[in-house]
């Protein structure tokens, strides 16, 4: 089985990449590659820089090429949900592009011909990730995420989107991971650890929770692997 993790931003993967220890690198299309494996299974590991152009692009890369069969996508997000604090899990069950706009034709926000607003994730992979929370006692959310190409850092932003998607958290490449494994028919999860709140002081927040939320979710995705 080969399973690819990714993540967007460099700190998303470093902690997969320290406790895997040795690992082979491949560069292709402005991106490097990690492949290792662990438990019988094939890894490859990579971070597609932000975004939901270099998330698309990874995403395919990992599967057409290098033949990942299943994809778990590991990183931060901003809470949108007032029950979510910095350092909580949120498993996605569903993802919509809260930027996708051609409303001026009657259309949903989010929708496009041919598309849907939402691309539900995979079950299997989502249970998994509730039954290794479960004996973790690990809090943690099943929500919805609304990904755009934005930091969203402001009040008004984040309650249009929390509204219009009833969304729970926002990143910016979930939902575009979501678009290519769904076409792709490659089960996939996307896993995010708060890390600010998408306000005024979300960016303060960011730089301070970047990193211990980003090895929170990156140390939940192992150990998901180990269930797997
Ligand atoms: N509120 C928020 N709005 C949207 N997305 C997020 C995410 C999730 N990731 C983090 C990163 C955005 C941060 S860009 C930082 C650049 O620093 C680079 C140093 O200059 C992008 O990959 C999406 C956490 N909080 C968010």
Redesign the pocket.
């Known amino acids: 089985m080969k399973i690819a993790i990714m993540g967007?931003?460099v700190e998303e993967i470093t902690p997969l990449l320290e406790f895997f220890g040795k690992y082979e690198t491949i560069e292709h299309a402005k991106n490097r590659y990690y492949t290792t494996s662990y438990k019988g299974m094939d890894l490859v590991i990579a971070y597609s820089k932000?975004?939901k152009v270099n998330a698309s692009l990874t995403a395919s890369t990992l599967i057409e090429k290098f033949g990942a069969q299943k994809l778990l996508f590991s990183?931060?997000?901003?809470a949108l949900n007032p029950s979510l604090k910095v350092g909580d899990l949120l498993v996605a069950t569903k993802l919509a592009q809260h930027d996708l706009d051609i409303t001026a034709f009657g259309h949903p926000h989010g929708y496009v011909p041919e598309g849907s607003v939402y691309v539900e994730t995979d079950k299997a992979l989502t249970s998994l990730a509730k039954k290794v929370a479960f004996a973790q006692k690990i809090p943690l959310l099943e929500g919805i995420i609304a990904t755009?190409d934005?930091?969203?850092?402001d009040g008004v932003k984040k309650e249009w989107i929390h509204t219009t998607f009833n969304a729970d958290a926002?990143?910016?490449?979930g939902a575009s991971v979501a678009v290519v494994c769904d076409a792709l028919n490659v089960p996939f999860c996307v896993l995010?650890a708060i890390?600010?709140a998408?306000d005024m002081d979300?960016g303060f927040s960011?730089d301070e929770f970047?990193v211990s939320s980003a090895k929170e979710s990156a140390q939940f995705i192992i150990a998901m692997l180990d269930e797997l």
């Not at 990183?75 to 901003?78: N, W």
């Open positions: 967007a931003m932000i975004g990183g931060v997000a901003g755009g934005q930091f969203i850092c926002t990143e910016m490449e995010r890390s600010d998408a979300a960011f970047l």
